[in-house]
């Protein structure tokens, strides 16, 4: 982690520009690397890149695996020059929202277009491609084998792979060999799109690294129950015997609210720390395969994490559990071969924040989060307000969980906002560069704003409301509204605050 005084731009994948009614690899990505470029920026950050499915309301933080990408995300025109589209099958979704994402609509059509492209890819491919297609399966089969297999499976039985046939769900290796066999196009398929996330990523890890950009990336804690991760790894997991949850993994009730319950599987982490970690590692070095620099969502969970009997009826059936603790971060630094305080990790830590989570940070040197909207705008010493933001510390206008910053305003009481006006000598007319100014004139190394933010959007314009199922992960950015003078205004900050 650089320790100098550096800043960028939060905005996830699919709210980039782009003509098939979602963000992609593509033109849009390149639109955003050149506005980040303008606007003097150094970080890009994002949501994790895993498949999404309707079932969790394509959220990124339920994917289907930790290891793949998101077919949704493949850029089309790239398919189309290398022959294996023609440019009249690019005739975008019905119904295509530059503003908005309509997932179903999208899914539809890009799984159609990309199910050609395979055809295509499979009729008429050069030795070239073909070998280099080869090669990404050999180097990645530790996840791919599993991942496009489950995959295939997925698109032949109902429900979750937990309701497959037993000896699917069980994974019988005389039966998970024939349907190798008997799905072989489909598998093929599958791996297919991942071959093409991955030729399209790196081709974008180049771009930014050309212009001087960093990617970071989202580590979340735990996966979803029904993911080829469960299915693959059960041994890695605390589940029943037929393979459900035994434990699930939330949060305990705080003062005003009963607690959540997330239903993510727990890690068995004595079996973790028996293999040496070896499923973590892999994961790790996956996503930093992509990314330079991974934010670990729920930090909190290494040091101790909420376990909930999956048949109790309420959260605060649960309790703390001892998490693997300083042991697993070594064992990541002996694996990444880098001195324990040169992770490249930045810790969520918002919330349950108590001695062990600082303890544990501390001791690798991991920054934690800051956010001004939590902060107490009437108490001088109010961890959130900027003025107090450590040095140690990566600070947030907003993230993608909370409302925008003009949002944010909106809802404020009349005191608070009293306070935060003169807090930031500010009458609040342009609160969002208020906000920004604040941010990145505070002590913190690291100084992070949204695209939402950056144009001064409400709360119609907020990413995600946890606890919400509906309406989430949609908003979109136009490649118009990536002005330069909305770049010039960013980088004049970012100049006069010496990052």
């Given at each position: 982690?650089?320790?100098?005084?550096?800043?960028?731009?939060?905005?996830?994948?699919?709210?980039?520009?782009?003509?098939?009614?979602?963000?992609?690899?593509?033109?849009?990505?390149?639109?955003?690397?050149?506005?980040?470029?303008?606007?003097?920026?150094?970080?890009?950050?994002?949501?994790?890149?895993?498949?999404?499915?309707?079932?969790?309301?394509?959220?990124?933080?339920?994917?289907?695996?930790?290891?793949?990408?998101n077919?949704?995300?493949?850029?089309?025109?790239?398919?189309?020059?290398?022959?294996?589209?023609?440019?009249?099958?690019?005739?975008?979704?019905?119904?295509?929202?530059?503003?908005?994402?309509?997932?179903?609509?999208?899914?539809?059509?890009?799984?159609?277009?990309?199910?050609?492209a395979?055809?295509?890819?499979?009729?008429?491919?050069?030795?070239?491609?073909?070998?280099?297609?080869?090669?990404?399966?050999?180097?990645?089969?530790?996840?791919?084998a599993?991942?496009?297999?489950?995959?295939?499976?997925?698109?032949?039985?109902?429900?979750?792979?937990?309701?497959?046939?037993?000896?699917f769900?069980?994974?019988?290796?005389?039966?998970?060999?024939?349907a190798?066999?008997?799905?072989?196009?489909?598998?093929?398929?599958h791996?297919f799109?991942?071959?093409v996330?991955?030729e399209?990523?790196?081709?974008?890890?180049?771009?930014?690294a050309?212009?001087?950009?960093?990617?970071?990336?989202?580590?979340?804690?735990?996966?979803?129950?029904?993911?080829?991760?469960?299915?693959?790894?059960?041994?890695?997991?605390?589940?029943?015997?037929?393979g459900?949850p035994?434990?699930?993994?939330?949060?305990?009730?705080?003062?005003?609210?009963?607690g959540?319950?997330?239903?993510?599987?727990?890690?068995?982490?004595?079996?973790?720390?028996?293999?040496?970690?070896?499923?973590?590692?892999?994961?790790?070095?996956?996503?930093?395969?992509?990314?330079d620099?991974?934010?670990?969502?729920?930090?909190?969970?290494?040091?101790?994490?909420?376990?909930?009997?999956?048949?109790?009826?309420?959260?605060a059936?649960?309790?703390?559990?001892?998490?693997?603790?300083a042991?697993?971060?070594?064992?990541?630094?002996?694996?990444?071969?880098?001195?324990?305080?040169?992770?490249?990790?930045?810790?969520e830590?918002?919330?349950?924040?108590?001695?062990?989570?600082?303890?544990?940070?501390?001791?690798?040197?991991?920054?934690?989060?800051?956010?001004?909207?939590?902060?107490?705008?009437?108490?001088?010493?109010?961890?959130?307000?900027?003025?107090?933001?450590?040095?140690?510390?990566?600070?947030?206008?907003?993230?993608?969980?909370?409302?925008?910053?003009?949002?944010?305003?909106e809802?404020?009481?009349?005191?608070?906002?009293?306070?935060?006006?003169?807090?930031?000598?500010?009458?609040?007319?342009?609160?969002?560069?208020?906000?920004?100014?604040?941010?990145?004139?505070?002590?913190?190394?690291?100084?992070?704003?949204?695209?939402?933010?950056?144009?001064?959007?409400?709360?119609?314009?907020?990413?995600?409301?946890?606890g919400?199922?509906?309406?989430?992960?949609?908003?979109?950015?136009?490649?118009?509204?990536?002005?330069?003078?909305?770049?010039?205004?960013?980088?004049?900050?970012?100049?006069?605050?010496?990052?």
């Amino acid at each position: 982690m650089a320790r100098q005084r550096t800043s960028g731009v939060f905005l996830h994948l699919t709210s980039l520009p782009g003509p098939d009614g979602i963000g992609d690899l593509g033109a849009g990505a390149d639109a955003f690397l050149d506005f980040l470029d303008r606007a003097d920026q150094r970080y890009w950050q994002f949501c994790p890149l895993g498949p999404t499915s309707g079932v969790y309301g394509h959220s990124p933080y339920a994917a289907d695996s930790a290891f793949a990408g998101n077919p949704l995300l493949v850029d089309l025109r790239d398919l189309a020059d290398r022959g294996y589209l023609d440019e009249s099958d690019l005739d975008g979704p019905d119904g295509a929202d530059p503003h908005s994402v309509e997932y179903e609509a999208v899914a539809a059509y890009k799984r159609d277009r990309l199910r050609q492209a395979h055809e295509r890819f499979a009729a008429s491919a050069d030795a070239d491609e073909r070998d280099s297609f080869e090669a990404f399966r050999e180097r990645e089969a530790s996840w791919l084998a599993d991942y496009t297999l489950y995959a295939a499976l997925k698109g032949i039985h109902e429900g979750a792979w937990t309701d497959w046939p037993a000896e699917f769900a069980h994974r019988d290796p005389d039966a998970l060999a024939e349907a190798r066999e008997d799905h072989a196009e489909a598998v093929e398929y599958h791996a297919f799109v991942q071959w093409v996330f991955d030729e399209q990523w790196q081709a974008l890890r180049a771009a930014a690294a050309d212009r001087g950009i960093e990617l970071v990336g989202d580590l979340p804690l735990y996966v979803a129950a029904d993911s080829a991760d469960v299915w693959a790894s059960p041994e890695t997991f605390e589940l029943d015997d037929e393979g459900r949850p035994a434990v699930v993994a939330g949060v305990p009730p705080n003062p005003g609210d009963d607690g959540q319950r997330w239903g993510n599987p727990v890690y068995d982490w004595d079996h973790l720390r028996e293999t040496g970690y070896e499923w973590w590692l892999d994961r790790v070095r996956r996503l930093l395969s992509r990314v330079d620099i991974a934010r670990i969502d729920h930090f909190k969970g290494f040091d101790e994490f909420w376990a909930i009997p999956a048949d109790a009826e309420s959260p605060a059936a649960g309790e703390w559990r001892d998490g693997p603790g300083a042991d697993f971060f070594e064992a990541v630094a002996d694996d990444l071969d880098l001195p324990p305080e040169d992770l490249p990790f930045v810790a969520e830590d918002l919330g349950f924040i108590d001695e062990g989570v600082v303890a544990l940070r501390d001791r690798f040197s991991i920054p934690g989060m800051r956010v001004p909207q939590y902060a107490d705008w009437c108490s001088e010493d109010s961890r959130d307000k900027p003025v107090n933001y450590p040095r140690d510390a990566v600070a947030y206008t907003s993230t993608h969980d909370t409302d925008t910053a003009v949002g944010y305003y909106e809802s404020l009481g009349d005191e608070q906002r009293d306070c935060l006006h003169y807090a930031l000598a500010t009458d609040g007319s342009e609160i969002h560069w208020s906000l920004i100014e604040a941010v990145w004139d505070s002590e913190a190394s690291i100084a992070m704003t949204t695209m939402q933010d950056l144009l001064g959007l409400g709360s119609d314009a907020r990413f995600n409301t946890p606890g919400t199922a509906e309406g989430n992960w949609r908003w979109r950015v136009t490649e118009a509204a990536l002005t330069d003078d909305v770049a010039t205004e960013l980088a004049g900050i970012t100049t006069a605050t010496l990052r």
